[in-house]
């Protein structure tokens, strides 16, 4: 079965960090672009970050650019989102997704979703 799953998110004040990561299962994501969004309640899911498939190009939103770094571990075949100096705007249930485009950051343009880990960030 094919699936991405989400970990790592959590409980965090302002101003602290999280590292989330992204796996997946049933296949590898070395040959996918990988890409992060978020959605709040009452909003739509927004696009947050995105990485391409050599890792050395990478694109964010610029509500997190400077705070936020995507990577990708192709030995532990994992896609990671650390978001430093978090404020209470970026509470939201975070997703990872894969595209097999060259670069993608609309939603339509990914095709497998994981399930979503929550982000809260509050004093």
């Known amino acids: 079965q094919v699936q991405l799953v989400e970990s790592g998110g959590g409980l965090v004040q302002p101003g602290g960090s999280l590292r989330l990561s992204c796996a997946a299962s049933?296949?590898?994501?070395?040959?996918?672009?990988i890409g992060w969004f978020r959605q709040a309640p009452g909003k739509e899911r927004e696009f947050v970050a995105v990485?391409?498939?050599?890792?050395?190009?990478?694109y964010y939103a610029t509500s997190v650019s400077g705070r936020f770094t995507i990577s990708r571990d192709y030995a532990k075949d994992t896609v990671y989102l650390q978001m430093d100096m978090l404020k209470p705007e970026d509470t939201a249930v975070y997703y990872c997704?894969?595209?097999?485009?060259?670069?993608?950051?609309?939603?339509?343009?990914?095709?497998?979703w994981g399930q979503g880990t929550q982000v809260t960030v509050s004093p």
């Open positions: 997704a894969d595209s097999l485009l060259g670069v993608a950051t609309r939603v339509g343009e990914f095709d497998y």
């Open positions: 049933g296949f590898t994501l070395d040959t996918y672009i």
């Open positions: 990485i391409s498939v050599s890792g050395r190009t990478t």
